[in-house]
């Protein structure tokens, strides 16, 4: 699926097993956020993240987008991977099941979007924006009724990027969604409806 962008030459796809060696190179040798690897939502309850950020997440993430069980968009210029959003059914995330804010509350037809990567050079541009229009496209394409976030807070104040990688409250706000959950150590829980699937 490639779509075009407001942003001039910019393009997005949505993640498949042929683009695994771009979304790698866009991390780089770090794995994005210090190892992380799009694996910090993913962590079961019985592991500590320090035996599992490096090569055990790169190799986790690898299988999953091998396997299917890796969602998310990639933003382009021309052939060069310039951005990455990462999204889920907040059911595939066993610590945010185990997160107080979201313990007992429904997981049926809830998505969750995990995290952003936008590399250095094109940050604060508008690639991030880009990436959650196209991410929401295909959330409700996949059935989604609500997509949450924990995007920051940054209160209009600038913020290291590696802070930043679940996106901001006002980038969330921009695209229609609202404070779910009162501001946790900065973090707040975001909601928005998709609407109603119109049946055939």
Known sequence: METSSMLAGIACRELEPGLWTQLEALFGKNGACGGCW?????????EHWKDVKGEVAHFRLCRQVQEGQAHGVLAYNGDEVIGWCSF????????????????????E??????????????RHRGVADLLLTESLKLMEREGAQVVEACPKDTHGRAQPDAFVYTGTRAMFER??????????????????????RKST
């Open 175 to 196: 695209h229609g969604f609202l404070v779910a959950e009162g501001p946790k150590s900065g973090i707040a829980v975001m909601r928005r409806r998709l609407p109603a």
């Open 88 to 107: 889920e059914p907040r059911s595939a995330f066993p610590r945010l099941q185990r997160s107080p804010s979201f313990k007992g509350t429904p997981t």
């Open 38 to 46: 799009c694996q910090w939502w993913r962590i079961a309850g019985v």
């Open 109 to 122: 037809g809830v998505w969750f979007v995990g995290c952003f990567f936008i590399k250095r050079t094109w």
